[in-house]
Protein backbone atom coordinates (compact mmCIF):
# COMPACT_ATOMS: atom_id res chain seq x y z
CA UNK A 1 0.00 0.00 0.00
CA UNK A 2 1.07 3.51 -0.72
CA UNK A 3 0.21 6.69 0.08
CA UNK A 4 1.10 10.27 -1.31
CA UNK A 5 -0.43 13.51 -0.33
CA UNK A 6 -1.09 15.96 -2.85
CA UNK A 7 -0.89 18.61 0.29
CA UNK A 8 -0.98 18.67 3.69
CA UNK A 9 -2.11 22.22 4.80
CA UNK A 10 -5.25 23.55 5.95
CA UNK A 11 -7.80 25.32 4.34
CA UNK A 12 -6.07 28.77 4.09
CA UNK A 13 -3.06 27.45 2.73
CA UNK A 14 -1.41 29.81 0.30
CA UNK A 15 1.92 27.81 -0.01
CA UNK A 16 1.04 24.34 -0.98
CA UNK A 17 -2.25 22.10 -1.36
CA UNK A 18 -4.71 21.15 1.14
CA UNK A 19 -5.16 17.92 2.71
CA UNK A 20 -5.75 15.25 0.25
CA UNK A 21 -4.07 12.47 0.14
CA UNK A 22 -3.87 9.55 -2.90
CA UNK A 23 -3.62 5.92 -1.98
CA UNK A 24 -2.13 3.21 -4.31
CA UNK A 25 -2.18 5.83 -7.24
CA UNK A 26 -5.92 5.87 -8.08
CA UNK A 27 -7.61 6.37 -4.73
CA UNK A 28 -8.38 9.52 -3.82
CA UNK A 29 -9.44 10.61 -0.20
CA UNK A 30 -10.96 13.94 -0.11
CA UNK A 31 -11.07 16.28 -3.45
CA UNK A 32 -10.12 20.14 -2.71
CA UNK A 33 -9.93 22.79 -5.01
CA UNK A 34 -6.23 22.49 -4.99
CA UNK A 35 -6.45 19.01 -6.23
CA UNK A 36 -5.76 19.22 -9.67
CA UNK A 37 -3.41 21.37 -9.77
CA UNK A 38 -1.51 19.18 -7.49
CA UNK A 39 -2.42 16.17 -9.11
CA UNK A 40 -0.95 18.10 -12.82
CA UNK A 41 2.43 18.95 -10.44
CA UNK A 42 2.77 15.50 -10.13
CA UNK A 43 2.23 14.07 -13.68
CA UNK A 44 -1.31 13.30 -13.18
CA UNK A 45 -4.97 13.97 -13.71
CA UNK A 46 -8.44 13.32 -12.63
CA UNK A 47 -8.22 10.61 -15.60
CA UNK A 48 -6.37 8.61 -12.97
CA UNK A 49 -8.77 8.79 -10.35
CA UNK A 50 -10.81 6.01 -10.47
CA UNK A 51 -11.79 5.93 -6.82
CA UNK A 52 -12.88 8.67 -4.29
CA UNK A 53 -14.32 8.64 -0.73
CA UNK A 54 -14.88 12.10 1.10
CA UNK A 55 -14.71 12.52 4.46
CA UNK A 56 -17.31 15.59 5.16
CA UNK A 57 -18.05 18.53 3.16
CA UNK A 58 -15.69 21.41 3.70
CA UNK A 59 -14.46 22.94 0.57
CA UNK A 60 -10.63 22.28 0.98
CA UNK A 61 -12.20 18.66 0.88
CA UNK A 62 -14.74 18.51 -1.46
CA UNK A 63 -14.23 22.01 -3.81
CA UNK A 64 -12.46 20.06 -6.47
CA UNK A 65 -15.59 17.49 -6.78
CA UNK A 66 -16.72 19.67 -9.55
CA UNK A 67 -14.33 19.63 -11.70
CA UNK A 68 -13.65 16.04 -11.15
CA UNK A 69 -17.21 15.28 -12.42
CA UNK A 70 -16.92 17.28 -15.64
CA UNK A 71 -13.40 16.47 -16.33
CA UNK A 72 -14.74 13.09 -16.30
CA UNK A 73 -18.06 13.69 -18.09
CA UNK A 74 -16.84 15.93 -20.91
CA UNK A 75 -13.19 15.37 -21.39
CA UNK A 76 -12.88 11.90 -19.82
CA UNK A 77 -15.46 10.20 -22.31
CA UNK A 78 -18.02 10.20 -20.13
CA UNK A 79 -16.58 7.83 -16.85
CA UNK A 80 -18.46 7.90 -13.57
CA UNK A 81 -15.67 7.08 -11.15
CA UNK A 82 -16.74 5.37 -7.87
CA UNK A 83 -17.37 7.57 -5.16
CA UNK A 84 -17.53 6.03 -1.96
CA UNK A 85 -19.56 8.21 0.37
CA UNK A 86 -20.45 7.74 4.24
CA UNK A 87 -24.24 7.48 4.43
CA UNK A 88 -24.51 10.38 6.44
CA UNK A 89 -23.30 12.68 3.41
CA UNK A 90 -25.50 11.81 1.10
CA UNK A 91 -28.24 14.26 1.11
CA UNK A 92 -26.23 17.00 1.79
CA UNK A 93 -23.48 16.67 -0.67
CA UNK A 94 -25.33 17.39 -3.89
CA UNK A 95 -28.41 19.27 -2.78
CA UNK A 96 -26.20 22.04 -0.40
CA UNK A 97 -22.55 21.97 -2.35
CA UNK A 98 -22.78 20.38 -5.82
CA UNK A 99 -25.94 21.01 -7.14
CA UNK A 100 -25.47 24.75 -8.07
CA UNK A 101 -22.60 23.86 -10.40
CA UNK A 102 -23.63 20.10 -11.55
CA UNK A 103 -27.19 20.27 -12.14
CA UNK A 104 -28.00 20.55 -15.97
CA UNK A 105 -31.02 19.15 -16.87
CA UNK A 106 -30.23 19.95 -21.07
CA UNK A 107 -27.61 16.96 -20.72
CA UNK A 108 -29.78 14.77 -17.99
CA UNK A 109 -27.44 15.59 -15.59
CA UNK A 110 -29.91 16.05 -12.61
CA UNK A 111 -28.17 13.88 -9.11
CA UNK A 112 -24.45 13.06 -8.06
CA UNK A 113 -25.25 9.97 -9.62
CA UNK A 114 -25.27 11.30 -13.15
CA UNK A 115 -21.41 11.99 -12.58
CA UNK A 116 -20.17 9.40 -10.26
CA UNK A 117 -20.95 5.65 -9.28
CA UNK A 118 -22.07 6.21 -5.62
CA UNK A 119 -21.33 3.55 -3.28
CA UNK A 120 -22.74 4.42 0.00
CA UNK A 121 -20.82 3.61 3.20
CA UNK A 122 -22.25 2.62 6.55
CA UNK A 123 -19.49 1.90 8.70
CA UNK A 124 -16.17 0.03 6.09
CA UNK A 125 -15.65 -0.81 2.60
CA UNK A 126 -13.25 -2.29 0.74
CA UNK A 127 -11.10 -1.24 -2.39
CA UNK A 128 -7.53 -2.84 -3.63
CA UNK A 129 -8.02 -5.60 -0.75
CA UNK A 130 -7.59 -2.97 1.81
CA UNK A 131 -10.60 -2.44 4.27
CA UNK A 132 -11.36 1.28 5.33
CA UNK A 133 -13.24 1.41 8.43
CA UNK A 134 -15.08 4.82 9.60
CA UNK A 135 -13.80 6.64 12.28
CA UNK A 136 -16.66 9.71 13.11
CA UNK A 137 -15.17 12.71 14.49
CA UNK A 138 -16.16 15.80 16.34
CA UNK A 139 -15.18 18.33 13.90
CA UNK A 140 -17.91 20.93 13.34
CA UNK A 141 -20.81 20.70 15.79
CA UNK A 142 -24.09 19.21 13.67
CA UNK A 143 -21.93 18.26 10.61
CA UNK A 144 -20.57 14.50 9.95
CA UNK A 145 -17.05 14.18 9.80
CA UNK A 146 -14.78 11.34 10.14
CA UNK A 147 -11.47 9.30 9.60
CA UNK A 148 -10.36 5.93 9.28
CA UNK A 149 -8.01 3.15 9.48
CA UNK A 150 -6.97 0.99 6.96
CA UNK A 151 -6.33 -2.62 7.75
CA UNK A 152 -4.86 -1.89 10.99
CA UNK A 153 -2.19 -0.75 9.70
CA UNK A 154 -2.98 3.18 9.73
CA UNK A 155 -4.99 5.14 11.46
CA UNK A 156 -5.81 9.01 9.49
CA UNK A 157 -7.72 11.03 11.86
CA UNK A 158 -9.51 13.17 9.20
CA UNK A 159 -10.05 16.88 10.57
CA UNK A 160 -11.33 15.99 14.25
CA UNK A 161 -11.28 18.37 17.27
CA UNK A 162 -8.89 16.70 19.83
CA UNK A 163 -9.71 13.61 21.25
CA UNK A 164 -7.13 11.17 23.09
CA UNK A 165 -9.63 8.49 23.88
CA UNK A 166 -10.41 7.94 20.52
CA UNK A 167 -6.56 8.41 19.64
CA UNK A 168 -5.34 5.96 21.59
CA UNK A 169 -8.18 3.49 20.89
CA UNK A 170 -7.71 3.71 17.00
CA UNK A 171 -3.56 4.14 17.20
CA UNK A 172 -2.66 1.92 19.97
CA UNK A 173 -2.16 -0.98 17.48
CA UNK A 174 -1.36 0.46 14.07
CA UNK A 175 2.04 1.04 12.57
CA UNK A 176 1.08 4.49 11.67
CA UNK A 177 -1.09 7.63 12.66
CA UNK A 178 -1.74 10.53 10.34
CA UNK A 179 -3.06 13.17 12.41
CA UNK A 180 -4.16 16.75 11.55
CA UNK A 181 -2.70 19.95 13.93
CA UNK A 182 -3.58 23.11 14.38
CA UNK A 183 -1.17 25.88 16.55
CA UNK A 184 -4.09 27.51 18.92
CA UNK A 185 -6.34 26.29 21.91
CA UNK A 186 -9.72 25.28 21.31
CA UNK A 187 -11.17 25.82 17.64
CA UNK A 188 -12.12 22.81 15.35
CA UNK A 189 -8.70 20.95 14.77
CA UNK A 190 -6.26 19.36 17.41
CA UNK A 191 -4.27 21.57 18.87
CA UNK A 192 -0.21 20.93 19.38
CA UNK A 193 -0.51 21.52 22.85
CA UNK A 194 -3.02 18.42 23.32
CA UNK A 195 -1.88 16.52 21.22
CA UNK A 196 1.41 16.53 23.13
CA UNK A 197 -0.09 15.44 25.83
CA UNK A 198 -0.77 12.25 24.35
CA UNK A 199 1.56 8.65 25.86
CA UNK A 200 5.07 8.60 24.13
CA UNK A 201 4.36 5.45 22.10
CA UNK A 202 1.49 6.98 20.46
CA UNK A 203 3.72 10.32 19.80
CA UNK A 204 6.30 8.56 18.43
CA UNK A 205 3.52 6.77 15.70
CA UNK A 206 2.14 10.19 14.73
CA UNK A 207 2.92 12.37 11.50
CA UNK A 208 1.18 15.58 11.83
CA UNK A 209 -1.09 16.84 8.35
CA UNK A 210 -3.29 19.53 7.77
CA UNK A 211 -0.93 21.99 9.34
CA UNK A 212 -1.09 25.82 8.41
CA UNK A 213 1.79 27.78 6.30
CA UNK A 214 3.48 28.70 9.48
CA UNK A 215 3.90 25.69 10.90
CA UNK A 216 7.64 26.28 10.74
CA UNK A 217 7.47 28.01 14.29
CA UNK A 218 6.48 24.82 15.72
CA UNK A 219 8.83 22.71 13.69
CA UNK A 220 11.46 22.10 16.55
CA UNK A 221 9.27 21.53 19.52
CA UNK A 222 7.00 19.52 17.58
CA UNK A 223 10.28 17.13 16.31
CA UNK A 224 11.63 17.53 19.85
CA UNK A 225 8.43 15.66 20.99
CA UNK A 226 8.54 12.97 18.61
CA UNK A 227 6.49 13.94 16.17
CA UNK A 228 7.07 14.00 12.25
CA UNK A 229 5.63 16.19 9.52
CA UNK A 230 3.84 14.77 6.53
CA UNK A 231 4.84 16.23 3.37
CA UNK A 232 3.71 16.34 -0.21
CA UNK A 233 4.35 14.54 -3.10
CA UNK A 234 6.23 12.06 -0.73
CA UNK A 235 5.03 8.36 -0.80
CA UNK A 236 4.72 6.66 2.10
CA UNK A 237 4.93 2.85 1.95
CA UNK A 238 3.31 -0.03 3.71
CA UNK A 239 4.06 -3.29 3.27
Excluded at 3 to 22: C, I, P
Excluded at 142 to 157: A, H
Excluded at 178 to 205: C, R
Amino acid sequence: MKLEFLGVRNFFTKQDYHNNVLINDHILVDCGHTAARSLQEMGRSFADIDTLFITHTHADHIGGLEECAFFNRYVNGGVRPRLYLPEALIPTLWADSLKGGLEDGASGARALEDYFDLHPVSDAFTVDNLTFNLVPTLHVEGKFCCGFRIDDRIYYSGDTRFDSKAIIANGSDVETIFHDVQFFPQGVHAPLDDLLSLPDEIIKKIILMHYPDDYETQIDRAANAGFRWAERHTPYSFS
